[in-house]
């Protein structure tokens, strides 16, 4: 069956550190793998997402995630904090066409320190 | 673009009655909507998947009767909590499927008092 795991449920980072979320997925074919974030009052917001091709993965808002099939794991990375970054990071599995039965992962809670 | 509303935002009703969530995608058409269910400090879990115009394909352990989902227009899904309890108290979240992506909407705190 698919799942996924994010490790850490909650990370405080320093602005202007670097950032790397953890995600490992179990799926028996090609996954297909999004990061969402979500903040208060609004809808989750798709960062990135790999489909194929190029395991390196650039989204929006300075976010990058590399696919490493041997390992089941698609980290999300950003190389500088920002303040605004601070909110619920969730990683997904897509199965049949990419984008039906997302399966999320629990969540990471960012806080970022001034 | 690619804008989806719920409403109301939050919904605060008493144990046995009935609240309708409604899910809009604002400015672009959707086939498919889903149906997902967040609580507290967890992730989200699919709840149902809703196609204009035909029957919504409900996930395992999910009692249909008691969550009644209608898709019926092209920018319209809602979700009926049928004489709710307590135990149904949670953040409902739905998504707009379009150009290959689900684009969420802000979620429904429901409390059941």
């Known amino acids: 069956a698919q799942s996924v795991t994010q490790p850490d449920i909650h990370i405080t980072v320093s602005e202007g550190a670097s950032l790397e979320l953890r995600c490992n997925y179990s799926y028996g074919a090609t996954p297909y793998l999004f990061w969402y974030v979500q903040s208060p009052g609004q809808g989750l917001q798709l960062l990135l997402k790999?489909?194929?091709?190029?395991?390196l993965v650039q989204g929006i808002k300075g976010f990058e995630a590399e696919f490493k099939r041997s390992q089941s794991s698609f980290n999300l990375r950003k190389p500088s904090v920002h303040w605004s970054d601070a909110a619920e990071y969730f990683c997904?599995?897509?199965?049949?066409?990419?984008?039906?039965?997302?399966?999320f992962g629990a969540g990471t809670r960012l806080a970022v320190h001034p | 673009g690619a804008v989806v509303s719920q409403h109301p935002s939050w919904v605060i009703c008493k144990s046995g009655t009935s609240v309708k969530i409604e899910c809009r995608s604002l400015d672009f058409q959707a086939t498919t909507m889903f149906w997902y269910r967040q609580f507290p400090k967890q992730s989200l879990m699919l709840m149902a998947t809703?196609?204009?115009?035909?029957?919504?394909?409900?996930e395992q352990g999910v009692e249909k009767d008691k969550f009644l989902i209608n898709h019926a227009s092209l920018t319209l899904s809602t979700l009926t909590v049928t004489s709710a309890h307590p135990e149904d108290s949670s953040f409902y979240i739905c998504s707009a499927l379009a150009y290959n992506e689900q684009f969420f909407g802000p979620g429904t705190r429901l409390t059941v008092l």
């Open positions: 809703s196609n204009e115009g035909s029957k919504a394909t409900y």
């Open positions: 997904a599995v897509g199965a049949i066409g990419g984008y039906n039965k997302l399966i």
């Open positions: 790999y489909f194929s091709g190029d395991t």
